[in-house]
């Protein structure tokens, strides 16, 4: 198992009077390449429990292992845990901060001790990898460029350190649907081309239908569910007790199916969703 969660507990601020407990005995483990979309309301510990993944924090209780290594043991080197598990969080592109774009990507690999060409290298391969023209970006200002250009490049410095693992957290905050959607389309195409294991902290249940081979739910710091997007969005009327919702493809399923059309209960896409309603229509459309 690559990822291993056991009895995860973690509290902030532990022994004082604002301690707040953020995680509560979560058991959680991840396989080699899968995809995870990681759901729940605000505050529900999602952010908390990705930053546990390469020790970022550190548990209260309980175990974290990665690729058979235990976070907290004294002989764990956590600057090779964060080479197999690339974080990147809301914003990432705060996190840039070079002059340019070519050594913005190419200094996680430099700080491993790299040679700069072999550091460039990478640059280049990562820049590539996320869809931008290494040739016209390499030698511009990171600051300089598009919102959906800075995401990119700062996606393309956590590959350029070959993870294992690549962690998002809303990595989609704040842009328009159009960049959202070509963000995720490369996440995807990379989750397949390098076979990376992808956890996506995400709000919208719709990019977690459309992408995930799995959908784990968190909620006041426990995961309450835990299944493929099929399983879990099939339990519609128990996440909204939760404070969630299914995607608009499930919601018009359950309007129809109400209506008596017979038709699954969940479709997962718009093509899915039409497919099932011509099915419907010509198959005598009542459900029995």
Known sequence: MLICLKELSHTY????????????????????????G????????????????????????????????????????????????????????????EETVARDVAFGPRNMGMPEDVALQRAEEAVKAVGLDYQALKDRSPFSLSGGQKRRVAIAGVLAMHPQVLVLDEPTAGLDPRGRTELLDMVADLHKQKGLTVILVTHSMEDVARLADRCVVMHRGRVVMDGSPREVFARGAELRQLGLDVPPTVQLMEQLRARGLAVPAVALTLAEARDAILRAVKGGGRAV
Do not use: C, W
């Open 13 to 36: 601020k532990p022994g004082t009077p604002f301690a707040a407990r953020a995680l509560a005995e979560v058991n959680l483990n991840i396989p080699r390449g899968q995809f995870v």
């Open 38 to 97: 990681l759901i729940g309301p605000t505050g529900s510990g999602k952010s908390t429990l990705v930053q546990h993944l390469n020790g970022l924090l550190k548990a209260t209780s309980g175990q974290v292992m990665v690729d058979g290594q235990d976070l907290a043991a004294r002989e764990t080197r956590l600057k090779e845990i964060r080479q197999r598990v690339g974080l990147v969080f809301q914003y990432p592109e705060h996190q840039l901060f």
